[in-house]
C-alpha cells in the first residue's frame, strides 16, 4: 500500500450559518462549522462555535478546607477503617498497594468486578503534583487487579479503566482517583468500534488501529508523537467540547499484552498533556483505557482523554449539552489540527 492510499476515510462536510450580529450593528455575520465522519464508526461529530468555550477555573485548592471537603474515606486517616476489601478468593489480602496508591472495591459497584484506585494520599492534588510515581504506581496495581481478575474470572472478555478527575468530570470525590472493571459489557463506545474494528479488518485484510497510526503519521495534521509502542494524536471526530487526544498501542490487545513499560509510556504521554493543561488552565477530565478480548489482532488497545469544565461558575453549566446527553452526539469547539499543533510541541520539548 503507498504511503498515501489509504481504506480509511476522512470525511467531513464543510457549512455555515449566517444571521445578523447586533456587535457589529446587525450586519450580516457567517459562521462556520464542520461535521465529521469517524473514520471507524462513521459516527458524527459536530464542530462549532470555534474558541467560545474557554476553560473555567475553579478554587481548587478550597477543597482542603474541612467545611468543603467533607467526609472523605478515601483520606489517609480513613482509607483502612472506611473502605471495603475484597473476598480473599479475589484479593488474598483483600487490597493491593504500591506507594501512595491503594486498591479497594467500589462500595457502589458499576459492574461484577468494580475496583476503585485511590492514587494519593492528599485529598486535593492538581496536576502539577501528580507525579510519574503516583501514576506508575496508580496504573501498575489497576493493571494488576484486572490481569489478577482474568486469571480468576476468563469468562469476563473486557478490560477497562476509567478516571473522572476534578468536579466537572462528574466525579464524586474531589480526591484522584481510577476505576478498574471486568466485564461482560464495556459500553456502547467500544462494543461499536469492536465490532467496526473487526468488519475493518475483514474487508481489508490490515488491522484499523496500525493503519490509523501509519495514515495519520503520513498526513501529520494530527499525529502528535510517539513515545516508544506509543502513538499520540488528535482524534479526528472529537468526543470532548475541548478536543480529545487518544494514545493507540498498536501491538496490544488484551490485558495480559500491557506490560510495565506499556503504563510508563502511558505515564510519559500523560504527563506531557498535563503540562499542556496546566498552560491552558484545564483542570478536570475524563480517560479511559480499553483492551479488546485475547485471541484476536483487530482491536487495539488505546486511551482517551478529553477536557472538561464549565460553562460559567456562576450557574455551574456543564459543558454537556442535550447533544451529547440525549442525540449522543459530540460537540467540540477546537479543530483537531489546531490541537495537534499545540500539544505537539510538549512533546518535541519546544513547549514555551
Same mark, same amino acid.
Not at 480473599?88 to 468494580?114: F, M, Q, T, W
Given at each position: 500500500? =503507498?504511503?498515501?492510499?489509504?481504506p480509511?476515510?476522512f ?13 457589529r ?10 461535521? @465529521? ?11 462549532? @462555535?470555534?474558541? #467560545?468555550?474557554?476553560?473555567q @477555573? ?21 482509607? /483502612?477503617?472506611?473502605t471495603?476489601?475484597?473476598p ?12 501512595? =496508591? !491503594? ?14 484506585t ?5 485529598? &486535593?492534588?492538581?496536576?502539577?503534583? !501528580?507525579?510519574?510515581? $503516583?501514576?506508575? %504506581? ?7 487487579? !484486572? ?26 470525590? &474531589? ?6 472493571? =471486568? ?10 468500534? $469492536? ?19 501509519? $495514515?495519520?503519521?503520513?498526513? %501529520? ?7 516508544? *509502542? ?12 475541548l478536543?480529545?487526544?487518544?494514545? $493507540?498501542?498498536?501491538? &496490544? ?10 503504563? /510508563?509510556?502511558?505515564?510519559s ?18 480517560? *479511559?483505557?480499553?483492551?479488546? +478480548?485475547?485471541?484476536? %489482532? ?9 477536557? @472538561? ?9 456543564? %459543558? ?7 442525540? +449522543? ?15 505537539? #510541541? ?7
Amino acid at each position: 500500500m =503507498a504511503d498515501g492510499s489509504t481504506p480509511i476515510e476522512f470525511t467531513q462536510v464543510e457549512a455555515k450559518s449566517l444571521f445578523l450580529d447586533p456587535r457589529r450593528g446587525y450586519e450580516l455575520t457567517e459562521e462556520k462549522l464542520q461535521v @465529521r465522519y469517524d473514520p471507524l464508526t462513521h459516527r458524527t461529530g459536530h464542530f462549532a @462555535r470555534f474558541g #467560545t468555550i474557554k476553560p473555567q @477555573r475553579l478554587p481548587i485548592e478550597s477543597y482542603s478546607n474541612p467545611e468543603v471537603k467533607g467526609f472523605c474515606p478515601f483520606c489517609f486517616e480513613l482509607r /483502612y477503617k472506611a473502605t471495603p476489601e475484597f473476598p480473599e478468593s479475589i484479593l488474598p489480602d483483600g487490597r493491593l498497594s504500591k506507594g501512595e =496508591a !491503594l486498591l479497594i472495591p467500589n462500595l457502589h459497584p458499576y459492574d461484577v468486578y468494580s475496583a476503585v484506585t485511590i492514587m494519593t494520599m492528599e485529598h &486535593v492534588v492538581t496536576l502539577e503534583k !501528580l507525579s510519574e510515581k $503516583i501514576l506508575l %504506581d496508580s496504573f501498575s496495581i489497576g493493571v494488576a487487579f !484486572l490481569k489478577r481478575i482474568k486469571a480468576i474470572e476468563p469468562s469476563l472478555p473486557f478490560h477497562l479503566m476509567d478516571w473522572n478527575y476534578m468536579p466537572p468530570s462528574g466525579g464524586g470525590l &474531589v480526591h484522584p482517583h481510577q476505576q478498574y472493571f =471486568a466485564t461482560e459489557f464495556p459500553g456502547n463506545q467500544v462494543t461499536e468500534e $469492536i465490532k467496526c474494528s473487526k468488519e475493518f479488518y475483514e474487508e481489508h485484510g490490515v488491522s484499523y488501529w496500525k493503519e490509523l497510526v501509519r $495514515i495519520e503519521q503520513h498526513i %501529520d495534521e494530527r499525529y502528535i508523537g510517539s513515545i516508544d *509502542s506509543s502513538h499520540w494524536l488528535t482524534s479526528f471526530v472529537s468526543l470532548g467540547v475541548l478536543g480529545e487526544i487518544i494514545c $493507540i498501542f498498536p501491538e &496490544v490487545y488484551s490485558i495480559d499484552d500491557f506490560n510495565e513499560a506499556h503504563i /510508563y509510556e502511558l505515564v510519559s504521554g500523560l504527563r506531557k498533556i498535563f503540562s499542556y493543561y496546566v498552560d491552558r488552565d484545564i483542570f478536570s477530565f475524563n480517560a *479511559s483505557l480499553f483492551f479488546g +478480548q485475547e485471541n484476536q %489482532d483487530f482491536f487495539s488497545a488505546h486511551f482517551r482523554i478529553i477536557p @472538561r469544565t464549565f460553562l460559567n461558575t456562576r450557574d455551574s453549566a456543564s %459543558d454537556l449539552c442535550f447533544y451529547q446527553a440525549l442525540h +449522543q452526539e459530540p460537540v467540540c469547539v477546537v479543530l483537531p489540527e489546531v490541537l495537534c499543533k499545540e500539544v505537539r #510541541t510538549y512533546f518535541t520539548g519546544s513547549a514555551k
